[in-house]
């Protein structure tokens, strides 16, 4: 049973460029998380969505930052001109918003390096 | 002032101890609290969960909840090298709320 894909696994790229990060939740889910974990700040959530439809973008940095679900199995995250300070891992989690409690699982992240 | 307030670690001890892990949160409309586990370059997997107060066993783990004091444990017996890995606490409202983590606990066992 497959689990959450994320791609790419790692990505480098330099200062101003476009990063495109992608998800593949879980089939059968219907919310979709993002996160970016961080050594000085954890595990932050920066968007999800119920249903495709975004809920809360609170936790998104800043404009530079887009998040899109065209359909139940794909989300990407876009950042725009990309910065050092985006270096992180950022990590995608789905689940199934049923019963009395959901379980995230996640991906096995994407490392993003600015240069 | 974080919601939820966990040491970084790490936390060293040998093969065959136990680990004790805490969290403590400033939120009292917290009700669902887990533990999650991650290993070196890979996402958090869910270890245990609770819904309230009260404490949970699976084998050799247990997660403890006190609500009144607003601090969550997690207690690995017999701990084994493959233990080794950063172990984050969550914690939520409500079954559709947004999940608040914890920083995380390195956890390191010496065989």
């Known amino acids: 049973d497959a689990g959450v894909i994320q791609s790419p696994r790692h990505e480098v790229t330099e200062m101003g460029q476009e990063v495109t990060l992608r998800c593949k939740p879980i089939?059968?889910?219907?919310?979709l998380f993002w996160y970016r974990q961080t050594m000085m700040r954890g595990l932050e959530l920066l968007i999800y969505?119920?249903?495709?439809?975004?809920?809360?973008d609170s936790g998104m940095p800043e404009d530079r930052f887009s998040a899109k679900m065209p359909n139940a199995s794909f989300s990407t995250l876009k950042i725009q001109p990309s910065e050092p300070r985006d270096s992180a891992v950022y990590f995608c989690?789905?689940?199934?918003?049923?019963?009395?409690?959901?379980?995230?699982?996640f991906g096995e992240g994407s490392r993003l390096t600015v240069l | 002032q974080k919601e939820v307030e966990q040491d970084p670690g790490p936390l060293s001890v040998p093969e065959g101890a136990i680990v004790s892990l805490n969290c403590t949160y400033s939120?009292?409309?917290?009700?669902?609290f887990m533990w999650y586990r991650q290993y070196s370059r890979k996402g958090p997997e869910l270890l245990m969960y609770?819904?309230?107060?009260g404490n949970k066993e699976d084998g050799r783990f247990t997660a403890q909840v006190d609500k009144s004091s607003k601090y969550i444990s997690l207690f690995i017996r017999d701990s084994q090298p493959s233990d080794s890995a950063t172990y984050l606490c969550?914690?939520?409202?409500?079954?559709?709320?947004?999940?608040?983590f914890g920083a995380g606990t390195q956890v390191v066992v010496t065989p």
């Open positions: 989690a789905s689940s199934l918003a049923s019963g009395r409690f959901r379980e995230l699982f």
């Open positions: 089939s059968g889910h219907n919310s």
């Open positions: 969505f119920n249903n495709n439809v975004p809920i809360d």
């Open positions: 939120n009292s409309a917290f009700q669902y």
């Open positions: 609770t819904y309230s107060s």
């Open positions: 969550a914690m939520r409202h409500d079954s559709w709320g947004k999940f608040q």
